[in-house]
């Protein structure tokens, strides 16, 4: 099975550092959407690891998530794409839980699901708890410099081996030229 992991928020749609919160604040960044159709055209099944402790600060409430990912399965049905799974931590930092990224649980239950190891598995963020998570589980972490890429980039905190993409359209033309060359 060739599986592809993203963060959400920063790599498919715009962040903010007050939370995304609703579905009209759920806005795709231009590309995303139609990167997302393209690894799914190539046989790429697409799932997201994200955390969303805005649920536990009681900014909104799962069934408001639940409302942000329909959009964003809607949206991406009118490029022929679709997201397989979202696996998401409603936590906050005070919970301890083992969900929480840059602890690698969210990648264990996807690697539990779809019985397959992560060795090889791309997993695509915007900040150094998403690469550490995807390290620590065994994926390959990528960075994109969309959402809080360039902070991150700009902090120091992405190792040599992590290859640096602009954004998501950047690393699925990469990917897909790699798997498919002309």
Wanted: hydrophobic share 40%; proline share 6%; charged share 25%.
């Amino acid at each position: 099975m060739k599986l592809v992991i993203l963060d959400r928020d920063g790599v498919i749609n715009e962040d903010s550092d007050e939370y995304i919160k609703s579905r009209s604040e759920w806005i795709p960044i231009p590309g995303s959407l139609k990167a997302i159709s393209s690894l799914n055209a190539a046989g790429y099944r697409v799932v997201v690891a994200t955390n969303q402790s805005g649920i536990a600060r009681g900014m909104f409430d799962v069934d408001t998530l639940h409302a942000m990912n329909r959009k964003m399965a809607s949206l991406l049905r009118r490029f022929g794409g679709s997201i397989d799974g979202v696996f998401f931590c409603p936590h906050s930092p005070e919970d301890r839980c083992d969900c929480r990224k840059p602890l690698p649980g969210l990648y264990r239950q996807i690697s539990r699901r779809y019985q397959i190891s992560l060795k090889g598995v791309p997993a695509v963020g915007d900040s150094a708890r998403d690469l550490v998570a995807a390290q620590t589980a065994g994926a390959s972490p990528v960075l994109v410099r969309t959402g809080k890429g360039e902070r991150t980039l700009a902090a120091g905190d992405v190792p040599d081996e992590v290859p640096v993409y602009n954004d998501l359209v950047e690393f699925a033309e990469s990917l897909l030229s790699a798997h498919h060359p002309s």
